[in-house]
């Protein structure tokens, strides 16, 4: 009866076409700010698009939508730290893969924002487990070890999609990679100082020096401004514990904003990452070694670290655990912070490293993360647990705005579902 009133009424204001000017979802388990404890019989008051407040027994506004969660859990929308949502749907076919670069120009000025399609099935799955950000990195470029620029995204329905361009920088380094840099990840360190010192010269107007000494064009140069003036981080996918040094050295040498992501065997250096105040986006999974680059990898990786106090976020990056992290970006995200649980991470950790977590790392967390005052409604009323893949969504809001949690798979599922074997017309022509 509780899930049904709530579809019910999730319904009607899908039904409306338009975001509810008012809303007040009470008698919540309301998880306003992860980490903390929860409000219980909370209020949570929402006004064009935005938290207005949450309290226990906060009375709603006259003419406000009135939900009731009867007394489900209510968290901030989920974020995926670390994806490719927008800019990858089939990996088999490159008509459908936007998220690298083979040739060309472009190297860490490469930008997926330009390509991100909001009309892309896996958002609307990622969408229907509970996400409402996401993070798109892309892959690869023709600049290697730089693979370009990420985006931000909100998984609202319409076409706009991006919450905020050029949100990191990112590069990759490792074995798997080393070839499309000389063959080695010490050719692979050496080419990203350079390009560092290039472009800095670059700024600094010493352009057209040396012309054959370059290895940046103009466009790379420019692109690396604001990761050396700390406006943009520098996202580097490394997984081996050396490689982690080398990031760490980078970063004080710099003076840049570094986050590392993938991070198997970041537990062996977490003190030096957590003096750093370096952030790890890892994957939960990592346990048997995918590459060699990740003999080290162990499922307590989370615990670890945020022990220490290391800032950490989820995204599936190990092998084959990363094609899970598009195409199920928002229950393997889930599932994963649940086996973080099961191995020694703190549920509030866990809650924290799908929500403030990644909005502290990246930058978001002035408008998204937490149900606080003035931040962006995004937030979920749960049946069961959020980080158990046994529980999932009843309803969804992304600034406000209930969202349909429709999927191709689920009206395939009810297409073809038993009880229409005897229909009189073809699956194909029934609605």
Known sequence: MRRAAILVLAATLLATGARAQSLAIVHAKAYATPGAPPVE????????????????????PAGAQVVDAHGAVVTPGLMNAATQLGVLEVASTDDAVDQAVKSGPLGAAFDVEYALNANSGLIA????????????????????????????LRLSEGGD???????????????MTSGQAGGSRAAQWRILRNALDEARAYG??????APRDQL???????????????????????????????????????????????????????GLLAQARIPVVLDPFADLPYTLDQIGARLDNAAIL?????TIAFAL????????????????????AGLAVANGLGWDAALKAVTTGPARIWGLADHYGTLAAGQDADLVIWHGDPLDVSGWPDAVFVRGE????????????????????GDAWPSDYRR
């Open 41 to 60: 019989d909370a209020t949570i008051l929402v006004r064009d698009g935005r938290i207005q407040a949450v309290g226990a027994g906060l009375a709603p």
């Open 125 to 152: 799955v990622a969408r229907a487990d509970g996400l409402t950000r996401a993070i798109s990195l892309p892959t690869g470029s023709a600049g290697a070890p730089f693979a370009g620029q990420g985006a931000a």
């Open 161 to 175: 999609i991006l919450d905020r361009p050029r949100i990191a920088m990112a590069a990759v380094v490792g074995g």
């Open 204 to 209: 600094a107007g010493r352009r057209g020096l």
């Open 216 to 270: 940046l064009n103009h466009l790379d140069a420019e692109a690396l401004a604001p990761v050396l003036d700390g406006r943009m981080p520098l996202a580097i996918t490394a997984q081996r514990e050396s490689d982690i040094r080398q990031a760490i050295a980078l970063a004080a040498d710099y003076r840049l904003k570094v986050v590392i992501v993938g991070g198997a065997e970041a537990w062996r250096v977490a």
């Open 306 to 310: 945020d022990k220490a106090g290391v």
């Open 317 to 336: 990056t190990d092998g084959l655990s990363s094609v899970y992290n598009n195409y199920l970006a928002g229950e393997a995200l889930r599932e994963g």
């Open 402 to 421: 209930a969202v349909s949690l429709r999927t191709r798979q689920s009206e395939l599922r009810d297409r073809y579902a038993p009880g229409h074997a």
